[in-house]
């Protein structure tokens, strides 16, 4: 569809090797935006999907907790494509650790990956808007918080800096013709997810609490995705969108 066309844009996507952040690039990259993937992880799979598909695609195997990553990112992307359209902001970690024994390590991290990393790209991103003087679109991954357990207090108080931060930065930069935004994911089968009981199964009993009673996709993000990443967005600022069957509507 025109309204959603992407063609001569440039998608940046953190965490592109896996999960939703490989689904989203596919996704933007079938709309016409050429990509340029970060990741830890092998993403040559994805490279060959989005070539197939007319695109262009390069990409860095970093870690952006590594001092000096997000800026020598920076400079690859410019160097490869001149400019960047839009940014996914998906790298991300999530893992299971009881609220009361949680180390120190494991909550840092968690801050270190989701919220610090998240914040300098975005800064540095902005920058480049700026420079651009066309403004540009950012969408933070976010999530819900999950009932009944113990052991995601670090990803969620994470998630909960990301959507302060994605208000924020739509407050100050809206002046520049910058969207920032956030998805908050639900218990999705695409990607990294919320589960309970031995974190390797998902729990049946969760679905009880889902209005649309079953797991959300990567087909259920395409849509919103693509609304906040083209121009049909460019009045819509600041606002976290939960895609979770109805589940942070329950009580």
């Not at 180390?103 to 790209?121: G, P, R, Y």
């Not at 390797?200 to 906040?228: F, Q």
């Amino acid at each position: 569809m025109e309204e959603f066309d992407l063609h001569e844009k440039v998608a940046l996507v953190s965490g592109a090797s896996q999960g939703m952040g490989y689904a989203m690039a596919l996704t933007l990259a079938r709309h016409g935006a050429d990509i340029f993937g970060v990741s830890i992880g092998d993403d040559q799979d994805l490279k060959k999907e989005v070539e197939a598909m007319g695109q262009r695609y390069h990409s860095l195997t970093i870690s952006l907790t590594t001092p000096g990553a997000i800026y020598t990112l920076m400079k690859e992307v410019l160097a490869a494509y001149g400019h960047i359209d839009i940014l996914l902001n998906f790298a991300g970690i999530m893992k299971k650790e009881d609220t009361l024994n949680i180390h120190k390590q494991e909550w840092e991290m968690a801050m270190d990956i989701n919220v610090n990393a998240a914040f300098i790209l975005a800064q540095e991103v902005i920058k480049q808007f700026i420079k651009q003087g066309c403004g540009g679109k950012i969408i933070n991954a976010s999530g819900i918080l999950p009932k009944h357990t113990s052991q995601y207090c670090a990803y969620y108080t994470s998630k909960g800096a990301v959507d302060a931060m994605t208000r924020y930065l739509a407050m100050e930069f809206g002046k520049d013709d910058i969207q920032v935004n956030a998805i908050v994911f639900g218990f999705m089968t695409t990607g990294t997810s919320l589960m309970a009981g031995d974190g390797n199964h998902y729990d049946e009993s969760i679905l009880h609490d889902i209005p649309a009673k079953r797991w959300g996709c990567y087909k259920d993000v395409d849509g919103l995705l693509l609304l906040l990443a083209s121009k049909q967005s460019n009045y819509i600022n600041g606002v976290c969108i939960p895609v979770d069957g109805g589940y942070s509507i329950q009580k």
